[in-house]
Nanobody
Framework: QVQLVESGGGLVQAGGSLRLSCAASGRTFSSYTMGWFRQAPGKEREFVAGISVRGIDIYNTDSVKGRFTISRDNAKNTVYLQMNSLQPEDTAVYYC????????????????WGQGTQVTVSS
């Protein structure tokens, strides 16, 4: 069992930056692929970024376009999402998730989810 708690969301102006954190409980954090997803009102939850056990990262390049960076610190049981050049279309609830599968992008392949943190970008 893995419990995930996100933090770091908030209100930021367009062009600004935020860093989201996701703290995981349990001793097996280092064995999970970690992912960040987001869900805007009226839209489906979409994949943002993922990172493998050994730090290989993948992104939803259409929406992220090189602005976001995912990283993990296995010693701290924490995964991060650095978000730069934020735009109003990035406004959403951001979720952290853990998967036993390798670098997957679909929500159904993730086993554990956090409660989400709100990111609001004003124009």
């Amino acid at each position: 069992q893995v419990q995930l708690v996100e933090s770091g969301g908030g209100l930021v102006q367009a062009g600004g930056s935020l860093r989201l954190s996701c703290a995981a409980s349990g001793r097996t954090f280092s064995s999970y692929t970690m992912g960040w997803f987001r869900q805007a009102p009226g839209k489906e939850r979409e994949f943002v970024a993922g990172i493998s056990v050994r730090g290989i990262d993948i992104y939803n390049t259409d929406s992220v376009k090189g602005r976001f960076t995912i990283s993990r610190d296995n010693a701290k049981n924490t995964v991060y999402l650095q978000m730069n050049s934020l735009q109003p279309e990035d406004t959403a609830v951001y979720y952290c998730a853990a998967s036993r599968s390798w670098l997957v992008r679909t929500t159904t392949m993730y086993d554990y989810w956090g409660q989400g943190t709100q990111v609001t970008v004003s124009s």
